[in-house]
């Protein structure tokens, strides 16, 4: 009579060990065994590296946007002038600025001129906005201060212009040149207004990570960009950095009501907001993709035990003969399953890891045999495919590939403990 035995005991792997390691000669499944494993450590390595890509496709995107622009940035409704114009600028702004800088959660608050020019230099020509910005103000913006790939001088700013590394590679200067703006609302005369040129040296080159950003972006001293785009004691905006950007909502109403009755306010998110909810909606479909490749992997198992079962069915009969009880019989085909799950999921962290940690080697090879061109900045606005691992991903995919393996398991694992001895044993 079948006895209750200890759950999982030695013996119970033991025979989970031998059924794994047999040949097909010996009724063994070993070639659908190595064909669940390979499937699971794909699928897992698969979803790891996808979330690792996607993790750091949002950092480096939100990291850009708040290395080299406002978290918040405050501008006035537009009101009739005296002349019958629509005036948008800001009188005030020193004690705008002051009064929203006393905000708390407020890190700077900065004036700025902002316009489009046209820049020209050797005969070749670039659209370009340019930012009108104290020095002081300049230096406190990580994108652009403390860019690895900056070159120049940027104590030097109050005597010249920086520019993006896009821009000085459009129109082929570098820092020492002297490069000419054109504005179309230049110099009013009695005749009309003409066009505006200046010329200026080139005194730092950044890079802010964004090729939308380098190829477009000109920053301008605030004093002389006033009166260049004659804004003569105005500025057309407030930037505003706060200390925590994700939170930038809750303090909207505060900024508001200290610049004053006529702002308006326009948050990172509200700029960017379209493509982090894209991000958002691409991050979940992509993870049910992946998880059902991961389900597909681990049906693999059920294939593979329910091959095992039928191959086995004599040993299971004589095992059930000499006293194993159908908990240990099922005991012993989960075991199978599992342990197939669980090393291919460890393989499948392992690789996921490493290609998430390598990314950049990785992926320099894949550019060299395709000729190069894989990666274009001008479509997808960052430099390089990046790659952030996190643990909560690598939990979230590990949870998933050894709770379906063990799920699947299960029903196999019943069958084979419910098969009836007699039965199996009668054609023996």
């Known amino acids: 009579?079948?006895?209750?035995?200890?759950?999982?005991?030695?013996?119970?792997?033991?025979?989970?060990?031998?059924?794994?390691?047999?040949?097909?000669?010996?009724?063994g499944v070993s070639v659908m065994t190595w064909i669940s494993l390979i499937g699971i450590t794909l699928a897992v390595f698969a979803l790891i590296a996808t979330l690792a890509v996607r993790s750091g496709f949002r950092a480096q995107f939100v990291d850009t946007i708040l290395g080299a622009n406002a978290h918040v940035t405050l501008y006035q409704a537009p009101q009739e002038t005296e002349t019958g114009g629509i005036d948008r600028t800001i009188a005030d702004y020193d004690g705008m600025a002051a009064r929203v800088a006393g905000v708390p959660g407020v890190t700077r608050a900065a004036p700025l001129v902002r316009g489009q020019v046209m820049i020209s230099a050797g005969g070749r020509n670039a659209g370009v906005e340019v930012l009108g910005i104290a020095q002081a103000d300049i230096e406190t913006l990580p994108g652009i201060a403390d860019s690895?790939?900056?070159?120049?001088?940027?104590?030097?700013?109050?005597?010249?212009?920086?520019?993006?590394?896009?821009?000085?590679?459009?129109?082929?200067?570098?820092?020492?040149?002297?490069?000419?703006?054109?504005?179309?609302?230049?110099?009013?005369?009695?005749?009309?207004?003409?066009?505006?040129?200046?010329?200026?040296?080139?005194?730092?080159?950044?890079?802010?990570?964004?090729?939308?950003?380098?190829?477009?972006?000109?920053?301008?001293?605030?004093?002389?960009?006033?009166?260049?785009?004659?804004?003569?004691?105005?500025?057309?905006?407030?930037?505003?950095?706060?200390s925590d950007p994700d939170a930038v909502g809750a303090l909207v109403p505060a900024l508001l009501e200290a610049a004053g009755e006529r702002a308006l306010a326009w948050t990172w998110r509200d700029a960017s907001g379209g493509f982090l909810r894209a991000l958002e909606v691409e991050d979940n479909?992509?993870?049910?993709?992946?998880?059902?490749?991961?389900?597909?992997?681990?049906?693999?198992?059920?294939?593979?035990?329910?091959?095992?079962?039928?191959?086995?069915?004599?040993?299971?009969?004589?095992?059930?003969?000499?006293?194993?009880?159908?908990?240990?019989?099922?005991?012993?085909?989960?075991?199978?399953?599992?342990?197939?799950?669980?090393?291919?999921?460890?393989?499948?962290?392992?690789?996921?890891?490493?290609?998430?940690?390598?990314?950049?080697?990785?992926?320099?090879?894949?550019?060299?045999?395709?000729?190069?061109?894989?990666?274009?900045?001008?479509?997808?606005?960052?430099?390089?495919?990046?790659?952030?691992?996190?643990?909560?991903?690598?939990?979230?995919?590990?949870?998933?590939?050894?709770?379906?393996?063990?799920v699947v398991t299960i029903f196999p694992a019943r069958r084979a403990a419910r098969l009836n001895p007699v039965e199996a044993l009668r054609y023996e």
């Open 148 to 242: 690895d790939e900056a070159y120049g001088d940027l104590s030097r700013f109050g005597a010249g212009i920086a520019i993006g590394a896009g821009v000085a590679r459009e129109i082929g200067v570098a820092v020492g040149d002297r490069v000419k703006l054109i504005s179309p609302e230049g110099v009013r005369t009695a005749f009309g207004t003409s066009p505006r040129v200046n010329a200026y040296e080139v005194v730092y080159v950044f890079s802010a990570g964004r090729y939308d950003i380098d190829r477009t972006r000109v920053y301008m001293p605030f004093a002389e960009a006033q009166g260049y785009f004659n804004r003569e004691g105005r500025a057309d905006e407030i930037e505003v950095m706060v």
């Open 1 to 27: 009579m079948a006895r209750n035995t200890v759950p999982f005991a030695p013996f119970e792997w033991m025979i989970a060990w031998r059924y794994l390691r047999a040949r097909r000669a010996e009724g």
């Open 285 to 406: 479909v992509m993870f049910v993709i992946l998880s059902i490749l991961v389900l597909i992997a681990t049906m693999n198992i059920v294939s593979g035990l329910i091959m095992l079962v039928k191959n086995k069915g004599r040993d299971i009969g004589i095992l059930r003969t000499i006293g194993l009880s159908e908990g240990s019989v099922m005991r012993v085909f989960f075991i199978c399953g599992a342990f197939t799950g669980l090393v291919g999921t460890a393989l499948g962290v392992v690789l996921g890891c490493l290609f998430a940690i390598y990314i950049d080697p990785i992926f320099s090879f894949v550019n060299y045999v395709m000729g190069g061109g894989v990666w274009d900045p001008a479509i997808r606005g960052i430099y390089a495919l990046p790659a952030e691992l996190h643990l909560n991903d690598v939990l979230k995919a590990v949870a998933l590939s050894l709770g379906l393996s063990f």
